[in-house]
């Protein structure tokens, strides 16, 4: 098992929003956690061997919370994910750098 935390910042219409992912790999499961906005929820995916992953999982705000997939590409020093709420809203990009990275 592998594990990484990650300084991350999500990219949205209302500006930057950062926060610290951490994510643990065992063979193609990927699994973690993302917060942000003073929430932190867990997240549940997969991943191939060069890093292309899905996830998905919640992010809480101060009105509601949005259920998402991403999509996109994780490795020991970076992280950068397509995020896409799934009732359909907006795409937004998710990038970090891993904590041993910064």
Same mark, same amino acid.
């Given at each position: 098992? &592998?594990?990484?935390?990650?300084?991350?910042? +999500? *990219?949205?219409?209302?500006?930057?929003?950062?926060?610290?992912?951490?994510?643990?790999?065992?063979?193609?499961? %990927?699994?973690?956690? %993302?917060?942000? %906005?003073?929430?932190? $929820?867990? =997240? !549940?995916?997969?991943?191939?061997?060069?890093? !292309?992953?899905?996830?998905?999982?919640?992010? !809480?705000? +101060? +009105?509601? &919370?949005?259920?998402?997939?991403?999509?996109?590409?994780? &490795?020991?020093?970076?992280?950068?994910? $397509?995020? $896409?709420?799934? *009732?359909?809203?907006?795409? =937004?990009? +998710?990038?970090? $750098?891993?904590?041993?990275?910064?």
């Amino acid at each position: 098992m &592998t594990e990484h935390e990650y300084h991350v910042c +999500l *990219n949205t219409p209302l500006g930057k929003k950062h926060g610290i992912m951490t994510a643990s790999t065992a063979g193609e499961s %990927l699994t973690g956690t %993302l917060e942000m %906005l003073g929430h932190k $929820r867990e =997240f !549940v995916g997969v991943v191939d061997g060069d890093g !292309v992953c899905t996830i998905s999982g919640a992010i !809480v705000t +101060l +009105l509601k &919370t949005i259920t998402f997939t991403a999509e996109g590409k994780i &490795t020991d020093d970076d992280v950068y994910l $397509r995020v $896409r709420a799934d *009732n359909g809203g907006m795409t =937004f990009e +998710l990038s970090g $750098r891993s904590e041993a990275a910064v």
